[in-house]
């Protein structure tokens, strides 16, 4: 993975090392060592699939389910690839996503719509737009990328008992429906527990929680559940992990847009 020249210039501005992140240092310098160590604690997945459900809120608490399949890539010179095809119910079923995330250039996205009977890229523009009626947007569909935000140490905090950094993340890249994003980091795994998002007028917009982590390949972490509350509308979106299996028979050629209106 490449990293800007602020990484170098971290590791001269840091002056004592806490946990593998500097603990007195520029905020702005200490906020890039704790993503870089998120990061570097999740490489070496190779892929994955995953059997999710998805539960939609509306502002009354009325709930509608989704079924979905996750497989993910990733790739050591770039982001991640990700394939998400809906199984049910009716409406939905056959609806297929495909997300290229990229480190530095702006992240590629196609929908196939089964009403439709064809495959639509996302224009860049339109990413801060919603997944599929859902409280996720699609910019969020993308796999974590150090480069893609500037940050800002701005302390510590507990969630749930877990020591966390809080850490304040701007967006870099074009388009984002997000001025700001506020992060909880736990010391002891770098597991996200939760992110606020503020919109473009600097309100608060969405509250995501991740919960119910569990340990794969004595390495990888990930959370049984995120659930998103958009705190604006009173909507909310759950995505329930019914199982998650790694090493699984992928390659590149099951994540191709050619191929999309085919994706099981």
Request: hydrophobic share 35%; glycine share 4%.
């Amino acid at each position: 993975m490449r990293y800007i020249s602020l990484v170098l210039l971290a590791s001269f501005i840091s002056i004592t090392t806490f946990n593998g992140v500097a603990a007195e240092s520029e905020p702005s310098a200490k906020g890039l060592e704790i993503a870089q160590e998120r990061k570097a604690r999740d490489r070496g997945w190779n892929n994955s699939e995953a059997k999710i459900l998805m539960v939609l809120r509306n502002a009354q608490g009325q709930e509608a389910t989704r079924k979905l399949n996750v497989k993910s890539m990733e790739l050591t010179d770039d982001g991640d690839k990700a394939l998400t095809v809906f199984q049910s119910p009716r409406d939905v079923k056959g609806t297929a996503f495909l997300s290229f995330s990229h480190v530095f250039d702006a992240d590629e996205q196609w929908i196939f719509l089964p009403a439709l009977k064809r495959v639509k890229r996302i224009a860049s523009k339109n990413k801060s737009g919603p997944f599929v009626g859902s409280e996720f947007a699609f910019e969020d569909m993308t796999s974590f990328e150090v480069e893609k935000f500037s940050y800002t140490y701005v302390g510590d905090e507990t969630i749930d008992g877990e020591a966390c950094f809080v850490l304040e993340q701007v967006p870099q890249y074009d388009y984002s429906g997000y001025t700001l994003q506020k992060v909880w980091i736990d010391k002891s795994h770098y597991r996200v527990h939760k992110v606020e998002f503020y919109d473009k007028k600097g309100a608060l917009l969405k509250v995501l929680e991740l919960k119910d982590y569990e340990l794969y390949k004595e390495k990888y972490w990930r959370p049984i559940r995120s659930e998103m509350t958009n705190l604006q509308t009173r909507k909310s979106t759950s995505l329930i992990t019914e199982s998650l299996v790694f090493d699984t028979d992928l390659s590149e050629s099951d994540f191709d847009k050619n191929s999309l209106k085919r994706a099981r």
